[in-house]
Nanobody, 124 residues
Framework: QVQLEESGGGLVQPGESLRLSCVVS????????MGWFRQAPEKGREFVAA???????????DYADSVKGRFTISRDNAKNTVYLQMNNLKVEDTAVYYC??????????????WGQGTQVTVSS
């Protein structure tokens, strides 16, 4: 059974940072593209960031415009874990954050496995 478990969420003030982690069990992520998504209250789930698998040409990442330059996605295949470093957090970043996995190329949708989410609240 594949499980994705997010952690690292919490309550922070605007301008502060958080690092989310997503540990995957029941499946190796070595061949999976990984993504982060979020869902704010009364809004639909939206894409945040994605990261490709390692290849001869390196690794590629993709970010939503709203987080570009502030968030960084990374992966540690040895730990079967993906991270989301979030800097300079804004009130509008408040949401439940989900990690997801899919085989193949990173996309902004169409993921096969999902975690349960971790709450991030940015408030002064």
């Amino acid at each position: 059974q594949v499980q994705l478990e997010e952690s690292g969420g919490g309550l922070v003030q605007p301008g502060e940072s958080l690092r989310l982690s997503c540990v995957v069990s029941g499946r190796t992520i070595r061949s999976d593209a990984m993504g982060w998504f979020r869902q704010a209250p009364e809004k639909g789930r939206e894409f945040v960031a994605a990261i490709s698998v390692w290849s001869w040409s390196g690794i590629s990442t993709d970010y939503a415009d709203s987080v570009k330059g502030r968030f960084t996605i990374s992966r540690d295949n040895a730990k079967n874990t993906v991270y989301l470093q979030m800097n300079n957090l804004k009130v509008e970043d408040t949401a439940v954050y989900y990690c997801a996995a899919r085989q193949g190329e990173p996309r902004r949708s169409d993921y096969d496995y999902w975690g349960q989410g971790t709450q991030v609240t940015v408030s002064s």
